[in-house]
């Protein structure tokens, strides 16, 4: 996959002032406020090839309109995904819009006059979207938490980033118990069964600012019983817990690593690298 040719928004990554006092220093002149489907494309085309899943370990720029992570949360993306690259093209181009309305096309400083960014007054997508946006976000299944003999499911609130646990069998809002805070900051969360030796079913999940894998401890799930585990897992995808695969009595983890699409099981408690780390598969 080639590396993208221009990145977007690198005036403002390069300058070290807040996103709101940048928009507040944009040129008096409207910026432009949207643009056809079709001139999106060219700027994508332009960007990252025209690759909407744009995502290379360790660079600052994802998606198919290069966004950095900063200006995509900034803008309201996290309503979409965590990371630009795993929103679909409609919701890149939404969020892009609300940029272009902010910054105008200076905000892709080579792709935007070229794709004539700046001249296209076309509203690509004017109704909603498309696909309408859960309230909740990670579900994850963590086992019996309740001691009912019954498995619990955890799902954070988007607009809130409240964490939740509902208790089965019927999972409904009648059962659900607000379990932690601060939630949507974290991806990738995933039940893992009891690591820790106390009986009770462990949650490890991303750090969607810094890629550090951390684990918690249930019942509550809250900071108080945070620790970090691990750094780098921003360049793993569907983390799931499988439990006890290699016979040790602790629950390990799958993942796919993002750049070679490579299966790995990583062993509990650490789930670190190095000798925990196995690569199980090809293509995922």
């Not at 002032?17 to 040129?27: C, E, S, Y």
């Not at 106390?198 to 799930?221: E, F, H, I, K």
Request: hydrophobic share 35%; glycine share 14%; aromatic share 8%.
């Amino acid at each position: 996959m080639p590396s993208p040719v221009h990145k977007a928004f690198a005036r403002t990554a390069a300058v070290a002032v807040p996103l709101a006092l940048t928009i507040l220093l944009a040129p008096a002149a409207a910026p432009a406020g949207a643009a056809s489907v079709a001139t999106w494309d060219k700027v994508a085309q332009c960007e990252s090839s025209g690759n909407w899943s744009y995502n290379q370990p360790g660079h600052p720029y994802y998606g198919g309109l290069q966004f950095l992570k900063s200006t995509w949360d900034a803008f309201g993306g996290r309503q979409y995904a965590a990371y630009p690259h795993q929103a679909t093209k409609e919701q890149q181009i939404r969020i892009a819009e609300k940029v272009l309305a902010a910054q105008g096309q200076g905000a892709w400083p080579t792709c935007g006059p070229a794709a004539g960014l700046g001249g296209d007054p076309a509203i690509p997508y004017p109704d909603e979207p498309s696909t309408p946006q859960p309230n909740m976000a990670n579900l994850t299944r963590v086992g019996d938490i309740t001691g009912d003999g019954v498995p619990d499911l955890l799902a954070v609130e988007r607009a809130t980033g409240d964490l939740y646990r509902y208790s089965g069998p019927s999972y409904s809002g009648g059962s659900r118990v607000k379990t932690g805070t601060g939630w949507n900051a974290m991806s990738s969360i995933s039940g893992v069964g009891d690591v820790t030796g106390d009986g009770v079913a462990d949650v490890v999940a991303v750090d969607a600012s810094n890629g550090n894998l951390y684990r918690y401890s249930g019942p509550n799930y809250n900071g108080a019983t945070k620790v970090q585990i691990g750094t780098g897992w921003d360049a793993m995808a569907n983390i799931t817990g499988v439990g006890d695969v290699t016979g040790d009595g602790v629950p390990d983890l799958l993942a796919v690593e993002r750049a070679t699409g490579h299966l790995y099981r990583y062993s509990g408690p650490s789930f670190q690298g190095g000798t925990a780390r196995v690569r199980i598969g090809t293509s995922w």
